[in-house]
C-alpha cells in the first residue's frame, strides 16, 4: 500500500521558517519524481517545487529564492523562508512517474501574526 505522510505545516508569522517533510512507503522511493503542491482556499492546487530522481529541482516563481527542496532515500523536505500571508495553503506530497502519480494528505500551513 503506497503512502505519503506530510508532516510539519503549522501557524507561523510572516517572515518566519517551516521545514516540510514527506514521509513514503509502498514504493520504490528513487525512481518517482517528487513534488510540492499547494492549494489555498478557492484556489487551483499549485505546482511549489519539484525534484527528479536525479535531484534536478524546479520552484514556482512565487517561491523561488525562498524554498529548498530536497530527498533522500524515503523522504521528501521543502525548506521555506520568509514566509508571506501568499503562502497560506494546504502543501501536499506528490509522487510521480510516467503515468502514474499518488498524493498524500496534506498538511496546513497557516502564516498570520
Known amino acids: 500500500q503506497v503512502q505519503l505522510v506530510e508532516s510539519g505545516g503549522g501557524l507561523v508569522q510572516p517572515g518566519g521558517s517551516l521545514r516540510l517533510s514527506c514521509a513514503a512507503s509502498g514504493i520504490s522511493f528513487r525512481i518517482y519524481n517528487m513534488a510540492w503542491y499547494r492549494q489555498a482556499p478557492g484556489k487551483q492546487r499549485e505546482l511549489v517545487a519539484g525534484?527528479?530522481?536525479?535531484?534536478i529541482t524546479n520552484y514556482a516563481d512565487s517561491v523561488k529564492g525562498r524554498s529548498i527542496i530536497s530527498r533522500d532515500s524515503a523522504t521528501v523536505f521543502l525548506q521555506m523562508s520568509r514566509l508571506i500571508p501568499d503562502d497560506t495553503a494546504t502543501y501536499y506530497c506528490n509522487a510521480k512517474i510516467l503515468g502514474t502519480g499518488y498524493w498524500g494528505q496534506g498538511t496546513q500551513v497557516t502564516v498570520s501574526s
Open positions: 525534484i527528479s530522481t536525479t535531484g
